[in-house]
């Protein structure tokens, strides 16, 4: 049971590169979640999907673009990287109300 | 745009001695989490309260909710070294359902 997994851990990009953030859970929650934390700032919310089929906007969506593709995986895509999103990013699922966190991805864009 | 702040912004103590930390929200919730994140780690959920509750125990863990005030804290009991880590508070909003976090408390407990 290996929880929320997240490739890769580190990645570094030049600027107007994409990439693709993965995430996976083995818990079968139906709820899961993007966040990226920046030094001073907390957690905040990019995407999530409150179930399988179902993608919604939080409070930091622009650049970035999200696919769940199964119930399993809820993936974060950044089609033209910009420095500003140079951040630790992290996934998380639930079921209620408590969340489990992957171990995150750092990124920089250069 | 956060929904609260947590106070203070890092602590350092011994071991053995207790931390309390605080965090202050705005908006009316449905319950409250703290979780912790040790250095280059994920969030791990310590304990959630929810709104109708004032008090809850996990261990040496306490955590106080006042709604009226709009704010809850967090102590942590005879510390140890392993309880260096960065605690976050987490708002579930009533409205949306969705976790707010604030910047959180860097705690060090110092052997």
């Known amino acids: 049971n290996a929880g929320v997994t997240q490739t890769p851990k580190f990645q570094v990009l030049k600027t107007g590169q994409s990439m693709t953030l993965q995430c996976a859970q083995d818990?079968?929650?139906?709820?899961m979640y993007w966040y990226r934390q920046d030094p001073g700032m907390g957690l905040r919310l990019i995407y999530y999907?409150?179930?399988?089929?179902?993608?919604d906007k939080g409070e930091v969506p622009n650049g970035y673009n999200v696919s769940r593709l199964n119930k399993r995986e809820f993936s974060l895509r950044l089609e033209s990287a910009a420095p500003s999103q140079t951040s630790v990013y992290f996934c998380a699922s639930s079921e209620f109300t408590s969340q489990f966190f992957g171990p995150g991805t750092r990124l920089t864009v250069l | 745009s956060q929904q609260g702040e947590e106070d203070p912004q890092a602590l350092s103590i011994q071991e053995g001695e207790n931390a309390t930390m605080n965090c202050s929200y705005k908006t009316s919730i449905n319950n409250l989490q703290w979780y912790r994140q040790n250095s280059g780690r994920g969030l791990v959920h310590l304990i959630l309260?929810?709104?109708?509750?004032r008090e809850k125990h996990s261990g040496r863990l306490r955590v106080t909710l006042d709604t009226s005030k709009k704010s809850s804290s967090l102590l942590i009991t005879a510390s140890r070294a392993a309880d260096t880590a960065s605690y976050f508070c987490a708002r579930l909003n009533i409205n949306d359902y969705k976790l707010s976090f604030g910047a959180g408390t860097t705690v060090t407990v110092r052997a």
């Open positions: 818990m079968n929650h139906n709820s």
């Open positions: 999907s409150a179930s399988e089929g179902t993608t």
């Open positions: 309260i929810r709104s109708n509750e």
